[in-house]
């Protein structure tokens, strides 16, 4: 159940590669949880073409 995993209250990934479509590429994403149910989170991801960044709220529910 995931009411039994160990929460924590922030985390931060980062990748690197290559693609076949798109080249080189970086993502980069990290977040807080606010609440035992409520996060926050923001993303940045750039390859040779486009660049693109975002942010969003996780709400988790259910048992």
Do not use: K
Not at 34 to 56: D, H, K, P, T
């Amino acid at each position: 159940m995931l009411s039994d995993v160990q929460v924590r209250t922030g985390y931060l990934e980062a990748s690197a590669g290559v693609s076949s479509l798109t080249g080189a590429y970086a993502c980069l994403e990290g977040g807080a949880r606010l609440r035992q149910n409520l996060g926050v989170f923001a993303f940045a991801e750039a390859n040779q073409r486009e660049r693109m960044a975002g942010a969003g709220v996780r709400w988790t529910f259910g048992r």
